[in-house]
């Protein structure tokens, strides 16, 4: 039996794979779709797929996902599930819906997925590459001990949140593409 995380990569391959005009031409969207999601332009060219996957033990296992990327239509999402997974429960909510901001995104996740369920436990997470920046993980180990051997008087957990907010503020720049053409993506 294939795990749940072969299954999320199989799923992410797909996607990957696929284009708006195949979207169209399979019938998953409508030519009026195909023209509101994607535009003119790059109909053959595959799907970005960013994500944060949260992995729990709810259930026979469950994963949560915060997807950014080009529109993916709900039936081709279930479609795929169920043939890799055999599974046909796909619960999908907008962000918009939820009326977060990042920091309530990122709330979200933690008290509804982790903290709040009953008898699950939050067991890993993964993300894309580019959902923060190739490197953040260093970083932020760097600060931490940094903070803890080098630092005369200890920051506080604010400030080291604080220095934190502030380091990843520096890395980001503008952006007119969800995929960083500067690394290939």
């Known amino acids: 039996i294939k795990t749940i995380a ?10 990957k794979r696929m284009t708006p005009y195949k979207l169209y031409h ?3 969207i409508s030519h009026r779709q195909l023209i509101h999601y994607y535009g003119h332009n790059y109909l053959s060219k595959n799907l970005n797929c960013e994500y944060f996957k949260v992995n729990t033990n709810e259930g026979h296992n469950v994963i949560h996902i915060l997807y950014r990327g080009e529109y993916i239509p709900y039936n081709y999402l279930v479609d795929n599930w169920q043939d890799i997974h055999n599974s046909w429960n796909i619960n999908i909510e907008s962000i918009d819906s939820l ?9 979200y996740l933690v008290s509804q997925y982790i903290t709040n369920q009953e008898k699950a436990t939050y067991t890993r997470y993964s993300q894309s590459i580019n959902w923060v920046y190739p490197g953040y993980a260093k970083d932020w180990y760097e600060l931490r001990i940094g903070v803890k051997y080098r630092v005369p008087i200890p920051w506080s957990k604010q400030e080291l949140y604080d220095h934190w907010d502030k380091h990843l503020y520096n890395k980001t720049y503008l952006q007119s593409y969800l995929f960083d053409p500067w690394s290939g993506g």
């Open 99 to 107: 009326n977060k901001n990042d920091t309530g995104v990122a709330g």
């Open 26 to 28: 399979q019938g998953y």
């Open 6 to 15: 072969y299954n999320f990569r199989k799923l992410k391959q797909r996607i």
